[in-house]
């Protein structure tokens, strides 16, 4: 049996510490499987008294991740940390130019950094294994980066923060308000006490950001991402959506396009009888359309501590199953030098057409004032009705539109000018339709 693969682990939150669990207590079907035993040998983390309810008797301690990184007797190095900058990107950078593997979930860090860091791994010969960084436990990035060989993919899209679709779901379900689902996720542990980053779509963006790299080839780009989230979804858009046989997901979208490539994180409603419309709660689900295979779903647990371990502990297998002298593939699919610069797509037309929602003020004239903003931006409408949601006053009233294919650029020009028209009583809700996925 060849030597046992020795672990360090930096980080030993509710993820750390599940995946220091799931080595000890799967220890003998992971050495069956991959050939030789996996010990985690070094941690570190911020309070060395707190109980994590794992044993660390036979770890070393290091109060640097740093240090750890250098200097530590293991040959792979798992960051837990957390965050772009800091003590993430210090250790993962030290571990790698120490030739040392390296296992992250740090979507954050892989979004800013990722390219000089894969390009530091492939450079020394070493492995940066970030399943748990995209979609918790679902396996996306081996799939895509070692089982679509052949494949052109022209989209990859999904429901990539369980967040996100947990408020939107229990909206629908139970008829609450955004406010109100978002105090239930905190409760629950599903949400930050500053959740911001998951509700505004930041989240999202950074694991969409990686998918894209590995879909089309380009560089990281994920400050070139269209980003909206859902703290301006009300129950008018949920309702609305139910009539018009929709459900609203916070999607995230990549595709290649003949101008460049688009990226973008919005609310969008989806058919409610398509795939994507089922997927509910925390769970996640990412779509891959290529030439060959054409549509590809994963679906899964997309966060938590067993969900994102279990991603972990398989890339730390994937490593143990490797030998000496084996050639390991690319981080991001093709070699990091070969990664094309990323070139943003022009604004283009959307197949399938805006939902509109617009609180108006009850008079002669502004239907007619709506419809020719509309006309006047080459916008043609499916429908256009006033809504009655129970919540307007006899002075306002509610118009939904539904458009049919046209541009983000003509819609966020037509509100624009119902909006300086002085039609409107509050702000104006814009939201992608998809006619399928």
Not at 150 to 174: D, H, K, P, Q, S
Not at 246 to 267: M, N
Not at 379 to 387: D, F, G, K, P, T
Request: aromatic residues 4%; glycine residues 10%; hydrophobic residues 45%.
């Amino acid at each position: 049996m060849a030597e046992a693969l020795r672990i360090g682990i930096a980080g030993l939150g509710t993820v750390g510490a599940s995946v220091v669990r799931v080595l000890a207590d799967k220890a003998a079907e992971l050495t069956r499987q991959c050939g030789r035993d996996i010990v985690v040998t070094a941690v570190s983390a911020r309070d060395a008294g707190r109980d994590r309810g794992v044993d660390l008797g036979a770890t070393k301690w290091f109060d640097d991740p740093v240090e750890l990184a250098q200097k530590a007797d293991i040959d792979v190095f798992v960051e837990l940390i957390g965050g772009d900058e800091g003590p993430a990107r210090s250790c993962v950078k030290a571990a790698l130019e120490a030739g040392r593997h390296v296992v992250t979930a740090n979507k954050a860090l892989l979004a800013k950094h990722g390219v000089a860091l894969a390009e530091a791994a492939e450079k020394r010969g070493v492995l940066l294994n970030y399943e748990a960084a995209v979609a918790g436990g679902i396996p996306v990035i081996k799939t895509m980066r070692e089982a679509m060989a052949g494949n052109t993919v022209t989209r990859v899209f999904g429901i990539l923060n369980g967040t996100c679709n947990y408020i939107l779901t229990r909206m629908e379900a139970e008829g609450l308000s955004f406010e109100d689902c978002l105090k239930d996720a905190q409760r629950l542990g599903y949400a930050e006490a500053d959740p911001t980053f998951d509700i505004e779509g930041n989240d999202t963006a950074h694991k969409l950001a990686i998918l894209t790299s590995l879909a089309f080839g380009s560089r990281i780009a994920a400050n070139d991402i269209y980003l909206e989230g859902i703290s301006n979804i009300t129950q008018a858009d949920i309702r609305a959506a139910g009539e018009l046989g929709y459900r609203i997901k916070l999607l995230g979208v990549a595709q290649r396009t003949e101008t460049g490539i688009e990226q973008r994180v919005h609310p969008t409603m989806v058919p409610t009888a398509s795939v994507i419309a089922q997927v509910n709660g925390v769970t996640n689900a990412v779509a891959i359309e290529t030439d060959i295979l054409g549509e590809l779903l994963l679906s899964g647990p997309g966060a938590g501590g067993n969900a994102t371990a279990s991603a972990v502990v398989g890339d730390i297998a994937d490593i143990a199953k490797s030998r000496p002298g084996f050639q390991h593939g690319p981080v991001f699919g093709r070699p990091a030098k070969e990664l094309t610069p990323y070139k943003k797509a022009q604004m283009r037309s959307h197949a399938g057409g805006y939902f509109i929602r617009l609180t108006v003020h009850d008079r002669i004239g502004v239907f007619a004032a709506i419809a020719k903003r509309m006309s006047d931006n080459d916008i043609s409408l499916e429908s256009i009705v006033q809504h009655a949601n129970g919540t307007e006053t006899h002075a306002q009233k509610t118009v939904i539109l539904v458009t049919h294919e046209t541009t983000e650029a003509a819609v966020r020009k037509a509100v624009e000018g119902v909006t300086r028209d002085g039609h409107l009583t509050s702000k104006p809700q814009v939201i992608r339709i998809e006619r399928a996925g």
